[in-house]
């Protein structure tokens, strides 16, 4: 599992990169359409996803919100880049050691579970790259090239690394 939260925060940077480069990939398909539609329900669901797993975190009122809401373009943004900087700064507060502490929560049908801080927010990152994928396969059917959204694209972009 990580054992420095400044990695982890460099991932959460990595989700908002790709995040964004996906958003405005999204903007080439035809709104009311099946895959406009369908590309926003994923990436609405990746937004609520940061806000879901950061409430479990924290123990707030987030954590019991619908799992698959579909936003509007512009507020799956606003959403998804506030996502990104909330678990930053909470990942900026945590000392190594509290990345191993335990989190009970409980999943969307109820089910008590327990995972650390450090697993929780790796899922969060990975959750966002599965469903990232799924948009770019949306893209493509449709004719447009998707972003490249890969972790070592990220760090190649001018001033990356």
């Known amino acids: 599992m990580p054992t420095d939260p400044s990695r982890l925060i460099d991932l959460f940077d990595y989700t908002g990169w790709a995040n964004d480069l996906i ?10 359409t099946e895959p406009a539609g369908e590309a926003l329900r994923l990436m609405s669901h990746v937004a609520r996803a940061q806000e879901i797993w950061l409430g479990r975190v ?11 809401p579909v936003f509007s373009r512009e507020e799956c ?4 880049g506030a ?16 990345l191993d502490e335990p989190v009970a929560y ?3 049908q ?12 790796l899922h969060v990152v990975n959750h966002g ?21 890969d972790y ?5 972009r001018p001033g990356g690394g």
């Open 129 to 149: 790259t599965h469903h990232r994928a799924q948009v770019s396969r949306i893209l493509r059917i449709a004719g447009h090239p998707p972003p490249a959204t």
């Open 83 to 98: 996502g990104v900087t909330a678990w930053r700064t909470h990942l900026a507060s945590c000392t190594a050691e509290a």
């Open 23 to 32: 958003l405005d990939a999204m903007e080439a398909l035809e709104d009311g």
């Open 58 to 68: 924290q123990g707030t009122e987030a954590a019991r919100q619908p799992i698959w």
């Open 106 to 108: 409980r999943n969307s």
């Open 77 to 80: 943004r606003v959403r998804a």
């Open 110 to 121: 109820g089910v008590a579970y327990t995972s650390t801080l450090g697993e929780i927010a």
């Open 152 to 156: 070592i694209f990220y760090r190649r």
